[in-house]
């Protein structure tokens, strides 16, 4: 499983727009890029999921560059409600195990 | 969407006691679930997976006798800790896995205290 690494928090102003970039140098050929949000004392939510170059949904968007040794979470807008901790994975199908690094701790500011 | 549930949300247990929590996918099967104990303010730790029909494989350090994991049905898996004591207080939480690559379905977790 390829070790990810992420800035341990962030800070940032409501309205405007976040990215957090997750490293994983060792990213393999299989692997998928997940990034999952969690609130206190809640369990982790899936955000988005890609492969690679781009993917969009309706609260995020994922940029995967064409060497895949990392990614970015962007967040447009952030509101309150977003302060939480944002854990990025990068694994395969079907893998039996499941490893959360140490993940980024976004504050939003009024 | 798919959702799974945990039971209890929370529970409050005497030292030496055992505790029980139940993990289901509430509209999907899942073959494999998995376990994870999350400390305060720290990321979660995978314990074991457990898998419908055969023994729950555990991660290292991860008594298997004290944590047992029974995945009952393809939509249930349990989580029983015994003889609890109060270093097990922690925050567990289950997932399971469905489509492709690591979507993750959590459940909401199990707040336990043992007193």
């Known amino acids: 499983l390829a070790k990810t690494t992420q800035p341990i928090s962030m800070d940032s102003y409501e309205g405007q727009e976040v990215n957090i970039t997750c490293s994983h140098n060792?990213?393999?050929?299989?692997?998928?890029i997940t990034w999952y949000q969690q609130f206190p004392s809640q369990g982790p939510r899936f955000i988005i999921q890609?492969?690679?170059t781009k993917v969009t949904n309706e609260v995020a968007s994922l940029f995967i560059p064409a060497d895949r040794k990392s990614s970015t979470l962007s967040l447009p807008r952030v509101s309150l409600s977003d302060t939480a901790v944002y854990y990025c994975l990068v694994g395969q199908t079907g893998a039996n195990n499941l490893f959360f690094g140490t993940g980024t701790r976004l504050t939003v500011i009024p | 969407g798919a959702v799974v549930s945990q039971h209890p949300s929370r529970v409050i247990c005497k030292s030496g006691t055992s505790v029980k929590i139940e993990c289901r996918s509430l509209?999907?099967?899942?073959?494999?679930m998995f376990w994870y104990r999350q400390f305060p303010k720290q990321s979660l730790m995978l314990m074991a997976t457990?898998?419908?029909?055969?023994?729950?494989?555990?991660e290292q350090g991860v008594e298997k006798d004290k944590f047992l994991i029974n995945h009952a049905s393809l939509t249930l898996s349990t989580l029983t800790v015994t003889s609890a004591h109060p270093e097990d207080s922690s925050f567990y939480i289950c997932?399971?896995?469905?489509?492709?690559?690591?979507?993750?379905?959590f459940g909401p977790g199990t707040r336990l205290t043992v007193t």
């Open positions: 457990s898998n419908e029909g055969s023994k729950a494989t555990y």
């Open positions: 060792n990213i393999a050929t299989n692997d998928y």
């Open positions: 997932s399971a896995p469905r489509g492709q690559g690591w979507e993750q379905y």
């Open positions: 890609g492969y690679k």
């Open positions: 509209d999907f099967q899942a073959t494999t």
